[in-house]
């Protein structure tokens, strides 16, 4: 590769760490407080098991400490002594906490905290301002935070001494995260039934609910999800109109009015990165566009200015070739469901088109309308590529998710991806008969249950990793994140969610009928979706369908959820699902 500059000094070498593996993924890399040392944690398997070590970035050379096991979450003390890290129970949850220190054996390690509930994942980082170390656990309807004072403490022997205290202990369906600003702690929480989250405060020697004083007042129709805290600023990350946001607001001893940060596109995604500096006045924000590449800006919040400090290189791509556009879709329902839509623009006049239609719809995630360069290959060729922002996700805010795309309500998922297909077909977007849908994890659940449904709508249609055999792996606590998934899908040891999750459960509703030409795969070291769910489904499908279509199952025996590490194999992963697309698209040439 290219000769690294004199001035810059390579602090971690990924492709040295991967020579001679299979598989290669880092998951966090902490610099030490003094920035001596690097903590970094790595998957050489793809079962989603990490190894902590620790780099002496001076001699470059690693320390004997190795934490072995861990969930890959690393968050340094008050100084070089000591990190804090999880182990994983049997099902691969983050169980326990503990508390390290440089020098010693991990079994003479010192456990803070047990998360005993399988409802429960953990999570565990510094706060803004470097004070504390702030430890989440939370299910996907409850939370609960504590926080460790690292104020004057030094060493192992401090450290160990410093106690977690409980900021408000766990309530039923109370969701809070805090972040620590002067003498308080904001709270994000939807307290109150504010179920798209509001902003409250509390004084640092008073944390319980009791002593939360709302700072902004609610508004159902914007969501704040985080709150990014520097000295003399606060920013504000959420939603509203479908879109994410942003907000800054000038931080005292009240807080200043939000003023939006506004971009020149209608349709984008913005988030802010870490916080490194605690005493500044720039935040460095992400932005991309369906058509626009990943673009790190710095903005001063003082004076507003911003600086684009880099744009990700896309060879040959050239934005004003590409168009991008918002379109709704009216579920059976009449709920108003939004498409993003991006397509080369002249390509647009020859209208229908052919078109890949993505979804996901689970657990609140929202698919951002955001850039991939592997999708050229799919607009250089003719087609439009749409991603459906249905019900389950938390586009348009958190009642998106939990109150219409979740448990007794979990179809709306899958008919407005249905009506999603039908509104393009219709309104002259796509192509009768040349409509491709592409989905993976509970993503492939969505596929699985709408090709059950309708698969007519569908030419072709890819399944990646896909959640398919939901009452079978819902119903075995055993199998690892089964527990936690229950408040997201039901139990299926209870009759109401059983029958429920009978009628879409991909794997129980195969039919004798004709379905469109399929690619399904998975990974052999899956601890999310194990490899048998997509076998499963393929060995029911070729046993019960009357066509003759394609239907290919690829098992790849080195990855696991997240397919491949190595960014090559990666291109080499999609070029293979494109080409499959494409061909049973019959749109091979470029324009």
């Known amino acids: 590769g290219d000769a690294v500059p004199a001035d810059e000094t390579v602090l971690l070498d990924e492709n040295e760490l991967a020579e001679g593996k299979q598989y290669c993924a880092v998951a966090e890399v902490e610099a030490s407080p003094s920035h001596n040392l690097l903590a970094y944690s790595v998957d050489f398997t793809s079962n989603e098991m990490y190894d902590i070590h620790i780099k002496d970035l001076f001699e470059g050379e690693e320390l004997n400490d190795v934490l072995r096991n861990t969930s890959g979450d690393v968050a340094w003390g008050a100084d070089d002594s000591c990190l804090y890290y999880f182990t994983t129970d049997a099902e691969m949850r983050p169980h326990k906490l503990w508390l390290h220190v440089l020098g010693t054996p991990q079994e003479e390690d010192k456990l803070l905290f047990t998360e005993d509930d399988q409802m429960f994942w953990m999570g565990v980082c510094k706060s803004d301002s470097r004070r504390f170390v702030m430890l989440n656990s939370g299910s996907k309807e409850t939370s609960e935070e504590h926080m460790i004072d690292l104020s004057g403490v030094q060493g192992g022997e401090g450290h160990r001494a410093a106690p977690l205290v409980c900021i408000q202990p766990r309530v039923a369906n109370l969701r809070y995260s805090c972040e620590h600003h002067g003498e308080h702690l904001y709270v994000i929480t939807n307290a109150d039934g504010a179920i798209n989250m509001k902003l409250m405060r509390t004084p640092l020697t008073a944390t319980g609910r009791e002593n939360w004083e709302e700072v902004v007042a609610y508004d159902a129709n914007r969501q704040i999800s985080a709150l990014l805290a520097f000295e003399r600023y606060v920013v504000l990350s959420g939603r509203q109109g479908g879109i994410t946001r942003l907000w800054v607001c000038t931080a005292g001893p009240t807080l200043g009015p939000m003023e939006e940060v506004e971009f020149d596109e209608d349709t984008y995604v913005a988030h802010t990165s870490g916080n490194l500096e605690f005493d500044a006045d720039v935040v460095r924000l992400h932005y991309a566009s369906l058509t626009t590449p990943s673009t790190i800006i710095d903005l001063n919040m003082a004076t507003k200015e911003r600086t684009i400090v880099k744009r990700q290189p896309v060879p040959g791509y050239d934005p004003s070739l590409y168009a991008s556009e918002r379109v709704e879709a009216i579920a059976r329902d009449g709920r108003r469901v939004p498409i993003s839509l991006v397509y080369r623009k002249d390509a647009a006049p020859t209208r229908p088109r052919p078109t890949v239609l993505y979804g996901y719809g689970s657990y609140?995630?929202?698919?951002?309308?955001?850039?991939?360069?592997?999708?050229?290959?799919?607009?250089?060729?003719?087609?439009?590529?749409?991603?459906?922002?249905?019900?389950?996700?938390?586009?348009?805010?958190?009642?998106?998710?939990?109150?219409?795309?979740?448990?007794?309500?979990?179809?709306?998922?899958?008919?407005?991806?249905?009506?999603?297909?039908?509104?393009?077909?219709?309104?002259?977007?796509?192509?009768?008969?040349?409509?491709?849908?592409?989905?993976?994890?509970?993503?492939?659940?969505?596929?699985?249950?709408?090709?059950?449904?309708?698969?007519?709508?569908?030419?072709?249609?890819?399944?990646?990793?896909?959640?398919?055999?939901?009452?079978?792996?819902?119903?075995?606590?055993?199998?690892?994140?089964?527990?936690?998934?229950?408040?997201?899908?039901?139990?299926?040891?209870?009759?109401?969610?059983?029958?429920?999750?009978?009628?879409?459960?991909?794997?129980?509703?195969?039919?004798?009928?004709?379905?469109?030409?399929?690619?399904?795969?998975?990974?052999?070291?899956?601890?999310?979706?194990?490899?048998?769910?997509?076998?499963?489904?393929?060995?029911?499908?070729?046993?019960?369908?009357?066509?003759?279509?394609?239907?290919?199952?690829?098992?790849?025996?080195?990855?696991?959820?997240?397919?491949?590490?190595?960014?090559?194999?990666?291109?080499?992963?999609?070029?293979?699902?494109?080409?499959?697309?494409?061909?049973?698209?019959?749109?091979?040439?470029?324009?």
């Not at 139990?491 to 991909?506: C, T």
């Open 364 to 591: 609140g995630d929202c698919t951002e309308p955001g850039f991939d360069y592997t999708r050229i290959s799919l607009l250089d060729r003719g087609c439009t590529y749409a991603i459906a922002h249905v019900r389950g996700g938390g586009e348009m805010g958190r009642w998106w998710y939990e109150e219409e795309g979740k448990y007794l309500t979990k179809m709306n998922t899958f008919t407005d991806f249905v009506d999603c297909a039908q509104h393009l077909i219709l309104n002259g977007y796509a192509a009768a008969g040349r409509v491709a849908c592409l989905g993976r994890s509970a993503g492939g659940l969505l596929i699985g249950a709408v090709l059950n449904m309708r698969p007519d709508l569908f030419k072709v249609a890819i399944a990646d990793v896909p959640f398919v055999d939901v009452l079978n792996t819902m119903a075995d606590p055993s199998i690892p994140l089964t527990v936690t998934e229950w408040e997201e899908w039901g139990n299926p040891n209870e009759a109401r969610f059983f029958e429920y999750m009978l009628r879409y459960s991909p794997c129980d509703n195969v039919k004798a009928q004709a379905y469109p030409a399929m690619l399904v795969t998975g990974g052999l070291h899956d601890p999310r979706v194990p490899y048998w769910e997509p076998c499963k489904w393929v060995a029911k499908l070729r046993d019960t369908k009357t066509d003759d279509n394609e239907l290919l199952l690829k098992i790849d025996m080195s990855a696991g959820h997240f397919s491949a590490s190595d960014r090559y194999k990666y291109m080499k992963e999609r070029a293979f699902e494109f080409s499959f697309l494409l061909n049973q698209l019959g749109t091979e040439e470029t324009l």
